[in-house]
C-alpha cells in the first residue's frame, strides 16, 4: 500500500492496536504528534473489536492519524493489518495506553539506524495517588532484574526493516512483545536509555492480578514454541533475592507474594482450560471523574 514516493520511504511507521482506549489514546497520539514535522511519521491507528469512541477520538486528529477499523477484538489482527497499511521503516508497534513523546520515538529510530535491529525504551510507571497496595506491589516490581535491564514490556518497540524480516505476521499470541524480542540476541536488541515510555499503573489489586495472570499466561503460551527464546523474564522467583538484599522492600514483599500467588493459580486454571482469551487492567482506563 503506497510507499513508492520518497516522501513515503522515508517516514517512520507507527502502528497503534486500540481495543476501546477512549480515554487512553488521546494521551497517546497527543505525545506522539507533539513534535512530529510534516510527513515524518505515518501514524495508523487500528480499531479492533470497539464498542466506544476510540475511532472517534482517532479521527479528531485529522490527517496525521490513518484510521482503521475492523470487528475483530484482537491485537494480532490488528497489528497484521496495521502492517499491510504501513508505507515506511523504521516501524514502530505502540499500545494504545502508552505515551512516548516523538523526541523519545526519534531516539528509538536513531538506534535503529545505527545498527540494532529492534529497540525499546526505559519504561516509566505512574504511580501518582494509587492506593498503598498498588504502590506496594510496583515497588518491588520495579526493582526486578528484568525491569532494570529493560525486558519489561514498555509497551513500544521499534523494528528496522531488517529486523521485521525476522517474522511473518504476527501470530496468536498474547505477548506480541516479548515474541518479536525472542528474535534478536545481543547488539541486535537495544535499550535506549534516552527514551522513556510512561504507563499508567493499575487503581486496585484486583487489575494487578488481571495483569500478572495475564503475563503468566502468555509465558506459558511462549513456551510451547520451543524455538523461541522465551526467557525473558528470568527465574519467576528472583524477587526472593531482590527483597532479600533490600530492607526497604520487606514491607512490601506480602502484597507482592500475595497477588503474584493468586495470579499463578489464575494462570494455571486458564491454561488448562487453554483460555487464551485477552485479560487487562481496566481501572486506568476509567475516565476521571469531573
Not at 47 to 56: E, F, K, L, P, V
Not at 91 to 96: P, T
Request: aromatic share 8%.
Amino acid at each position: 500500500m503506497g510507499g513508492e514516493s520518497g516522501a513515503s520511504a522515508a517516514m517512520v511507521s507507527v502502528i497503534v492496536p486500540a481495543h476501546n482506549e477512549e480515554v487512553s489514546l488521546k494521551g497517546c497520539l497527543d505525545a506522539l504528534l507533539a513534535d512530529a514535522r510534516p510527513g515524518e511519521l505515518q501514524v495508523i491507528v487500528v480499531c479492533n473489536g470497539c464498542t466506544d469512541s476510540t475511532a472517534a477520538v482517532a479521527r479528531s486528529f485529522g490527517p496525521a492519524v490513518t484510521v482503521i477499523e475492523t470487528e475483530v477484538a484482537s491485537k494480532r489482527h490488528a497489528l497484521n493489518l496495521g502492517d499491510r497499511a504501513a508505507a515506511g521503516f523504521p516501524r514502530c508497534y505502540v499500545d494504545g495506553d502508552v505515551q512516548v513523546t516523538t523526541e523519545h520515538l526519534r531516539a528509538l529510530v536513531d538506534a535503529v539506524g545505527r545498527g540494532a535491529l529492534v529497540a525499546v525504551p526505559r519504561l516509566d510507571v505512574e504511580l501518582s495517588g494509587r492506593p498503598w497496595v498498588v504502590r506496594s506491589f510496583f515497588r518491588v516490581w520495579m526493582q526486578l532484574p528484568f525491569f532494570r535491564d529493560g525486558m519489561a514490556s514498555s509497551g513500544i518497540y521499534v523494528l528496522s526493516e531488517e529486523g521485521r524480516a525476522r517474522f511473518g505476521e504476527f501470530p496468536d499470541l498474547i505477548a506480541d512483545d516479548h515474541y518479536v524480542l525472542s528474535h534478536f540476541e545481543g547488539e541486535e536488541r537495544r535499550l535506549v536509555e534516552g527514551s522513556r515510555s510512561l504507563v499508567q499503573a493499575p487503581w486496585s489489586a484486583a487489575d494487578i492480578v488481571r495483569i500478572k495472570t495475564r503475563a503468566f499466561l502468555a509465558q506459558r503460551q511462549l513456551e510451547m514454541e520451543p524455538s523461541l527464546n522465551v526467557r525473558q523474564h528470568g527465574a519467576r522467583s528472583s524477587w526472593l533475592g531482590v527483597v532479600a538484599a533490600d530492607r526497604r522492600l520487606w514491607t512490601s514483599m506480602p502484597v507482592y507474594a500475595a497477588l503474584n500467588v493468586v495470579a499463578e493459580i489464575r494462570a494455571r486454571r486458564r491454561f488448562r482450560a487453554q483460555d487464551f482469551s485477552w485479560e487487562r487492567d481496566v481501572s486506568s482506563r476509567r475516565a476521571p471523574a469531573a
